[in-house]
Structure formats: C-alpha cells, structure tokens
C-alpha cells in the first residue's frame, strides 16, 4: 500500500472518530431538557501536572428528579473551589430519562 493511502486512511479514520463524538455529545447536550437546583455535596480541584489551562474543578451534587433524590457530578475548566461551598445550591440542567446524566448550567437547558 503506499504510503500517501496510509496516510490518507488514518487521517480519514481520526476524522470519523472526532466527527463521532462530537455527535455524541450534542445528542447528550440537546436531551438535558429539564432543569433543577442542586446542592453541592463536594468540591475538588483537579490540577493536571502538564499544563494548567487543564486543571478543571469537580463538583459533586444532589438533585431532586421526579421526587427522587439524584448524585451526579460534573467537571468545569479551572481553579473554582473559592466560588463553590457544600451545601451551595447551584442550577443544573438534566436529562428526564437519565437524570445522572447532568450538567452545572448557566445557559437554556436542552440546547
């Protein structure tokens, strides 16, 4: 095989691989319709060791979906342990069939 269709076929490979998740994550964005307010229940800052423009702050919380009580966490860019306190109500958007599948929102849910 020469060398420029190997090249080519693993270029076109990365692509679809990229192109894949991308998909995946805008069909994840666009369910999380519903909206709530939760509670931090932990805070913890995740410094990467190679560069900080990595480091990112997790935080744990709870929510109520459909009167039952949910545990989920997300992850923002950063160092905001200062900002965030448990027991901190902050609005998450969700999404209704899966509720553990939950993101810490400032924007429109479902979009």
Request: contains cysteine.
């Amino acid at each position: 095989m020469k060398p420029w269709l190997k090249v080519a076929l693993v270029l076109a490979a990365v692509a679809l691989f990229v192109g894949g998740l991308l998909f995946y994550e805008s069909n994840r964005e666009a369910a999380m319709t519903a909206e709530a307010e939760a509670t931090v229940t932990k805070v913890t800052f995740i410094k990467d060791q190679e560069s900080s423009s990595l480091d990112e702050t997790e935080m744990r919380y709870t929510f109520d979906a459909k009167s039952t009580a949910v545990q989920s966490s997300d992850s923002i860019p950063g160092d905001h342990v200062e900002e965030y306190t448990i027991g901190q109500k902050i609005r998450i958007c969700y999404n209704p069939d899966k509720p553990a599948d939950s993101n810490i929102s400032d924007d429109k849910c479902g979009g």
